[in-house]
């Protein structure tokens, strides 16, 4: 399988081979990592950034909390393993299979919350149309309001499943630190009675992508972390250059969580403050940035009664222009 992936790398597509990239991490050494190696030199930079974060991941011993505990996963690794893939038409029809069942998922979960809202808003309609017949002023100022909260999570819903499903529109070289900025003082409108603290690197960093999908991914878990943090609180986000990368890390004050929590917060509308009007799409549509569109990482580490601290991780190419 790993010589199969290996012939695709070659490929005149800079998508497939980026592909190849992602799929190498798991192929078999020593010959996964040579053509890792090679890949890091590819001319196109996205290509380059998945070759060092694949390389980053075979060298880790352990997984991440949110892979090993998840169930869904573990069903797709035992699937993947059983089918044995022989060339490539079959790795394809297995990768098929995979992404249904991960749609199945989200189709059942969005399914459910799009019902929710809907027939919520419609008996608040009905309850208007007949409040009006009655005339009573003050109920129906009241049920105009719940119905203009219901209508305002119906387009949290859709905006959410909008920014988790697309795709950048633009890719040029930006600096990061600005970005880290305006995503903090985005966040900072929504939630004054909580302070963003931010220490930036000892040197600059650019980064190649669309950075207004990376301010919405940081103001996401910029946002999560206020929200578990105690008025007069500070959060506080530092940077660090790594090799071949830089490390962003959000500290809240807040009680922490289990690592059941952590794999929960993962999944779509799976918010723990829905009556505060949360939908439980910021950290899924943080990982769909942070992972697919940049070629990062992120990952948490959490204590209950200490809080929690959310690690962002971006490779940076090895050509930055001045």
């Not at 190498?24 to 974060?53: I, N, S």
């Amino acid at each position: 399988m790993t010589e199969k992936i290996a012939e695709l790398a070659n490929h005149p597509k800079w998508e497939v081979r980026k592909a190849c990239a992602e799929a190498l991490c798991y192929g078999t050494a020593p010959a996964a990592m040579t053509e890792l190696q090679r890949l890091t030199e590819d001319a196109m930079p996205y290509v380059q950034q998945a070759a060092l974060k694949s390389i980053r991941e075979a060298r880790k011993i352990t997984t991440k909390v949110y892979e090993k505990h998840d169930p869904t996963a573990e069903r797709l690794f035992a699937l993947i393993k059983k089918m044995n893939p022989r060339n490539v038409r079959e790795a394809y029809a297995a990768a098929l299979q995979v992404g249904q069942i991960f749609y199945r998922e989200l189709a059942g979960i969005t399914t459910h919350e799009l019902k929710t809202s809907t027939v919520l808003i419609s008996d608040l309609a009905d309850q208007l149309v007949k409040l009006t017949q009655e005339g009573n002023l003050e109920e129906i100022k009241e049920n105009r309001a719940k119905l203009r909260r219901s209508v305002d999570d119906l387009l949290k819903i859709v905006y959410g499943l909008s920014d988790l499903s697309c795709e950048p529109n633009k890719s040029e070289w930006f600096f990061l630190d600005p970005v880290i900025i305006q995503a903090a003082q985005e966040a900072q409108t929504s939630y004054a009675d909580v302070e963003v603290v931010y220490y930036p690197p000892s040197r600059e960093s650019k980064l190649l992508g669309d950075q207004t999908f990376l301010i919405v991914a940081l103001r996401n878990l910029i946002i999560n972390a206020m929200e578990a943090s105690p008025p007069g609180k500070k959060v506080v986000m530092t940077t660090k250059h790594k090799e071949g990368s830089i490390e962003i890390s959000i500290q809240d004050q807040g009680m922490g969580m289990t690592d059941q929590q952590i794999v929960k917060a993962f999944k779509p509308f799976s918010s723990t403050k829905k009556d505060k009007g949360g939908m439980g799409m910021g950290i899924p549509v943080a990982q769909k940035i942070i992972h697919f569109d940049f070629g990062g990482e992120l990952r948490y580490e959490s204590e209950v009664g200490k809080g929690t601290k959310v690690f962002v991780e971006l490779p940076m190419s090895q050509e930055v222009p001045l």
